[in-house]
């Protein structure tokens, strides 16, 4: 309580969770519990997507940082390509 509010229960109010406690458990909360239950390409493919929406979610951020998040985003769409979407329509919604 000293650092703020206390979150909500997420599994139980997850669909009442603020903008800002999503953001708490994109990036902070869900790297570490999806470690263990991931497989390491999919943990991987994930932390590059979070790596990119850290350099994109600051108030500002050079022409450095966006090529940085450029290249991670540009990484993770490669990832999704091959093991999520594969060129099939009916796999887009994933």
Known sequence: MSFGDASQNFT?????????????????VA????KTLLPKRDYEGF??????????????????DVDKATVLLTSFSGYYEDHFYGRKWDNLRV
């Not at 139980?12 to 406690?21: D, F, I, N």
């Not at 790297?31 to 999806?34: A, K, R």
């Not at 990119?52 to 050079?62: E, F, H, N, P």
Request: glycine content about 2%.
């Open 47 to 64: 932390r590059i997507l979070i790596a990119a929406t850290l350099i994109l979610g600051r108030q500002s951020y050079s022409a450095d």
């Open 12 to 28: 139980a109010h997850y669909h009442q969770v603020k903008a800002a406690e999503w953001v708490i458990v994109a990036n902070q």
């Open 31 to 34: 790297p570490i519990i999806l």
